[in-house]
T-cell receptor
Framework: DSGVTQTPKHLITATGQRVTLRCSPR?????VYWYQQSLDQGLQFLIQ???????AKGNILERFSAQQFPDLHSELNLSSLELGDSALYFC????????????????FGAGSRLTVL | DQQVKQNSPSLSVQEGRISILNCDYT??????FLWYKKYPAEGPTFLIS?????DKNEDGRFTVFLNKSAKHLSLHIVPSQPGDSAVYFC???????????????FGKGTHLIIQP
């Protein structure tokens, strides 16, 4: 158990629908990251939050949005779903206290597998 | 444009031999490099990292080498064991000048298969 909890583990839905993926970071970690892994693709960075504020944006579609709540859990909202959105969505967390020494090691959850039919 | 590239989608190695996984990067601002290992149905787990001011870091059977001039790093696993069969991701990050760091930029991964 990595300490990062993602729900649901599996989700099957139809095109045009909206889903919400939830992530609880490891205790003490302030930063949350969302990544998408499609077939034959690496981990594509979507978005990062630090202590409730958006910190960095990657290749996140306008149909997708995220937020981090005061208790530091995060949600990724995916709307107007298309077949191509089928993927594994990973959440990761890190301490990222604002000053850093050493590598920024991210701890990943087990992922949420989204299937859009 | 892929900033971190792993050009070998898969690699097969005999048990007991050395496994060498390669990674190239293009962004000169990267100052930390990490390797993650991923088993099916699990999230990636951190394996080993190296700072750009070093050229080698060792942890047990795992050694990462960095050639900054060539923008190339490699992960050596010696000796390779059946439990090492997994997908290995190379990742890189850049530290902000004011402190803090970006998330990680990942390569597409190399599927390592250890043959008995």
């Amino acid at each position: 158990d990595s300490g990062v909890t993602q729900t649901p583990k599996h989700l099957i839905t139809a095109t045009g629908q909206r889903v919400t993926l939830r992530c609880s970071p490891r205790s003490g970690d302030l930063s949350v990251y969302w990544y998408q892994q499609s077939l034959d693709q690496g981990l594509q960075f979507l978005i990062q939050y630090y202590n409730g504020e958006e910190r960095a944006k990657g290749n996140i579609l306008e149909r997708f949005s995220a937020q981090q709540f005061p208790d530091l859990h995060s949600e990724l909202n995916l709307s107007s779903l298309e077949l191509g959105d089928s993927a594994l969505y990973f959440c990761a967390s890190s301490p990222m206290t604002g000053t850093i020494s050493g590598a920024n090691v991210l701890t990943f959850g087990a992922g949420s597998r989204l299937t859009v039919l | 444009d892929q900033q971190v590239k792993q050009n070998s989608p898969s690699l097969s190695v005999q048990e007991g031999r050395i496994s060498i996984l390669n990674c190239d990067y293009t962004n000169s601002m990267f100052d930390y490099f990490l390797w993650y290992k991923k088993y099916p149905a699990e999230g990636p787990t951190f394996l080993i990292s190296i700072s750009s001011i070093k050229d080698k870091n060792e942890d047990g059977r795992f050694t990462v080498f960095l050639n900054k001039s060539a923008k190339h790093l490699s992960l050596h696993i010696v000796p390779s064991q059946p439990g090492d069969s997994a997908v290995y991701f190379c990742a890189a990050s850049a530290t902000y000048s004011g402190g803090g760091a970006d998330g990680l930029t990942f390569g597409k991964g190399t599927h390592l298969i250890i043959q008995p």
